[in-house]
């Protein structure tokens, strides 16, 4: 039971590859739901306004993800300088 439980404590990956891991999968996500999300839209047929707000929720979806990327290898960073100290 003890060397069942001794596995759990192993890391699989390292940080820094986990942060560059997801941040490829919140940059390629973002791009999945920009062009899903526009082709869509461009198959409904919708008035001017809920084109409007269909193409600014897209964006801010699609601009949450980006952030996402980008913030995850400045989290890794941190954790690994309060690590250090």
């Known amino acids: 039971m003890t060397r069942i439980l001794r596995l759990f404590r192993y890391d699989l990956t390292s940080p820094r590859l986990d942060a560059k891991v997801g941040q ?4 390629l996500s973002s791009a999945g ?3 899903l999300g526009m082709w869509k ?7 001017e306004k809920e084109l409007f707000f269909g193409v600014l ?7 949450l993800g980006v ?3 980008m913030l995850l290898p400045l989290v890794e ?3 690994r300088r309060q ?3």
């Open 57 to 63: 929720l897209v964006l801010a979806v699609s601009l």
């Open 77 to 79: 960073d941190v954790s």
């Open 33 to 35: 739901v920009m062009t």
């Open 67 to 69: 952030v996402l990327g």
């Open 83 to 85: 690590r250090d100290c």
């Open 24 to 27: 490829i999968l919140c940059w």
């Open 41 to 47: 839209l461009t198959r409904l047929q919708v008035t």
